[in-house]
């Protein structure tokens, strides 16, 4: 069973406050990403790093930030959060550098903000 | 580009009857093609995955897809289902996976 986790599940937060997203992996995964879902919509990535000291901007333009200073962790953090931020957040990770690319996914963070 | 697209954005389909989602993708190599399930506040589940060999891909929870290349598709099929595979189901696929916008499957009783 993958073993990938975000915290928190839940968070409603007031306009203009700083907030981290946790996501850790105890898989060892090189590559790891960060979604954004709105409701019943697509995923968009956001981010993403290929290892400790990299990181990506993804398709989708976000006015968070990441940063990847160990394997495992790969928290995102918005440093003054707007109603328009509201959405659900995945995170994942895959074991392939390469081609193939299947990742395994967390179970989300939703976010609103108010 | 490479993309994946879902044509049907909903489908209900009677408790016990079969479950067909459709996916059709545009690559030039070998696409590597997966599908994940996601139930309501939940994150993605892998469903089944192809890279390459046999074209019918055997996956968990009863599914399987097929790849044509001919028609470019990798559907998705249950013979049948289950109130408990009432969920958003997603392809995707590509080196840095794209995800197709999802089809949203309820299932009546």
């Known amino acids: 069973e993958a073993d990938i986790y975000q915290t928190p599940r839940y968070l409603v937060i007031g306009t203009g406050k700083k907030i981290t997203l946790e996501c850790s992996q105890t898989?060892?995964?090189?590559?790891m990403y960060w979604y954004q879902q709105d409701p019943g919509m697509e995923l968009h990535l956001i981010h993403y790093?290929?290892?400790?000291?990299?990181?990506e901007k993804g398709d989708l333009s976000s006015e968070s930030t990441v940063s990847r200073i160990r394997t495992e962790h790969f928290p995102l953090t918005l440093e003054s959060a707007r109603p328009s931020h509201t959405s659900q957040y995945l995170c994942?990770?895959?074991?392939?550098?390469?081609?193939?690319?299947?990742?395994?996914f967390g179970p989300g963070t939703r976010l609103t903000v108010l | 580009a490479q993309s994946v697209t879902q044509p049907d954005i909903h489908i209900t389909v009677s408790e016990g009857a079969s479950l067909e989602l459709r996916c059709n993708y545009s690559?030039?190599?070998?696409?590597?093609l997966f599908w994940y399930v996601q139930s309501p506040g939940q994150g993605l589940q892998l469903l089944l995955k192809?890279?390459?060999?046999?074209?019918l891909v055997q996956g968990i929870k009863g599914f399987e897809a097929e790849f044509k290349r001919s028609q470019s598709s990798f559907n998705l099929r249950k013979p049948s289902v289950h109130w408990s595979d009432a969920a958003e189901y997603f392809c995707a696929g590509g080196y840095k996976l794209s995800f197709g916008a999802g089809t949203t499957v309820t299932v009546r009783a």
């Open positions: 192809y890279f390459s060999g046999d074209t």
């Open positions: 790093s290929y290892g400790v000291n990299s990181t």
């Open positions: 690559y030039g190599a070998t696409p590597y």
């Open positions: 898989m060892g995964h090189d590559k």
């Open positions: 994942a990770s895959s074991p392939i550098a390469g081609a193939g690319n299947e990742q395994f």
